[in-house]
């Protein structure tokens, strides 16, 4: 076992490679987390399919171990060297070979390394851009759960895929969904040449759908975290009980296929059982279904354009009760329209949108600021940090970076207020 910091290829890769000349060697950025687990889930029913490369994630370092012990990848990188330490002595009575890598370099090499082929995005927020856009600019097939990357950084990134011939496809359900109803000829940003009329990006409305407006100001860190549908790591179930991740959505729509803003529309529909759809110009619509497991979108992902079993149920029909949709509440969901807004703006508006939210989500779930006041610091810092264009990945992450200061001193001014 031995930790130390990234370098390029190392010549054990090969070794590893000649064992798994068939398969398909993934990395998983984000492997502790909900995402990265459904992907090792399905990836356990296709040993000849997939071999798992590198694995990462920061705190959780025995569902890491666990992982390294199951999986024997390559790498396993973490965030800092005490990290690294205390991964290798959870390991050290295992006849583990895997590399122990530490730090942001080491996720960008382990994301571009020459014998990977899929890299699996699935860090939560800003700080899986650098790593996503290490396997873009080396052309793998890239695997998109991680939208905040998308979001603060829009045109580069697609640019970034375009330039370099990078295969993206969507993980998140909605675009999963909506790819999959999609022409097999579709041109990126051409709805006309596939007459398409626009895309009804489907969102159940979260835990608080119902909740009388009053008590959203105490509403807890639980309740918010307990999807009635899906199972999520806690930043994106906050986002979904603000309905923020719709927003994000929006924007990651938007970029992911080249539309405009007048061409998505969000439908809210409780039961989440249509994933999303596209409505064409002759009256048909298109939707694509199943049970809400994140399972189904990643096994597309990996296996695209073939189908493999992915270990979700059949949907049963017989069950199925009350299929309902509805517009989504302005005053209920305030977060999803100023994304949509923000996503009208440009690119600094989403930049700054992306890092509020992350900020005000964090502070919310260190019980520092209410559930409410997440939308007032989005809404602040936007209106402080939302005009311009950014046009090279030197303004994003500058822009990123102030729009968190700001977001924290309206935090800081909030906590203030309450003592
Ligand atoms: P999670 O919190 O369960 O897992 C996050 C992973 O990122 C963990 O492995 C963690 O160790 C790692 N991580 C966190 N901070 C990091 C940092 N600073 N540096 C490096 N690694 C870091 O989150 P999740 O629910 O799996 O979501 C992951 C991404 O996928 C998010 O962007 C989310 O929006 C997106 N997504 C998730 C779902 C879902 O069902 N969970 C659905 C669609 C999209
Ligand atoms: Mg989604």
Redesign the pocket.
């Known amino acids: 076992m031995s930790v130390k910091q990234s370098q390029s290829v190392d010549d054990g890769v090969n070794a590893f490679l000649s064992q798994n000349s068939k398969t398909q060697l993934v990395t998983i950025?984000?492997?502790?987390?909900?995402?990265?687990?459904?992907t090792l889930d399905v990836i356990r029913l296709h040993p000849e399919q997939f071999k798992v490369f590198a694995i990462?994630?920061?705190?959780?370092l025995s569902k890491l171990a666990e992982q390294v012990i199951e999986f024997s990848p390559q790498y396993a990188v973490v965030?800092s060297q005490e990290a690294a330490k205390q991964l290798s002595g959870l390991l050290q009575d295992s006849q583990s070979n895997t590399e122990i890598l530490f730090g942001?370099k080491a996720?960008c090499d382990i994301a571009s390394d020459p014998s990977v082929d899929i890299v699996m995005?699935?860090?939560?927020?800003a700080?899986?851009l650098m790593p996503t856009l290490a396997a873009v600019k080396t052309a793998k097939r890239v695997l998109l759960?991680?939208?905040?990357?998308l979001v603060m950084s829009g045109e580069l990134f697609i640019d970034a895929v375009n330039q370099n011939g990078a295969q993206l496809l969507p993980?998140?359900?909605e675009h999963n969904a909506i790819f999959q109803c999609l022409p097999n000829d579709f041109e990126y940003g051409n709805k006309h040449k596939s007459g398409i009329s626009h895309l009804l990006l489907t969102g159940s409305g979260g835990p608080f759908r119902e909740l009388p407006l009053a008590d959203f100001s105490n509403i807890t860190t639980e309740q918010a975290c307990a999807h009635p549908n899906?199972?999520?790591?806690?930043?994106?179930?906050v986002?979904s009980a603000s309905m923020m991740?719709k927003g994000?959505e929006f924007i990651e729509a938007k970029w992911l296929f080249g539309m405009d803003e007048s061409d998505i529309e969000v439908v809210l529909h409780p039961q989440s059982t249509i994933h999303s759809m596209v409505q064409y110009i002759d009256g048909s619509v298109i939707a694509q279904m199943g049970n809400p497991d994140?399972r189904t979108p990643i096994a597309y992902g990996l296996s695209y354009p073939e189908r493999i079993h992915s270990g979700v149920a059949n949907l049963d029909f017989s069950t199925l009760r009350d299929f309902s949709f509805s517009s989504p509440c302005k005053k209920r969901f305030p977060n999803l329209y100023l994304a949509i807004e923000a996503s009208k703006q440009g690119q600094a508006a989403t930049t700054a949108l992306n890092a509020a939210n992350e900020l005000a989500v964090h502070a919310f779930l260190q019980e520092k600021i209410n559930f409410t006041q997440i939308n007032q610091v989005n809404d602040m810092t936007l209106q402080k940090h939302g005009h311009g264009n950014l046009t090279c990945i030197d303004s994003i992450l500058e822009h990123d970076h102030l729009s968190r200061e700001s977001a924290q001193a309206f935090v800081n001014t909030m906590i203030e207020a309450q003592l």
């Open positions: 950025l984000g492997a502790t987390g909900s995402i990265g687990c459904s990462t994630g920061v705190s959780q965030n942001s996720l995005s699935a860090i939560v927020g700080a899986g759960a991680n939208k905040e990357a993980i998140d359900s899906w199972s999520m790591g806690r930043k994106i179930s986002d991740n994000l994140m």
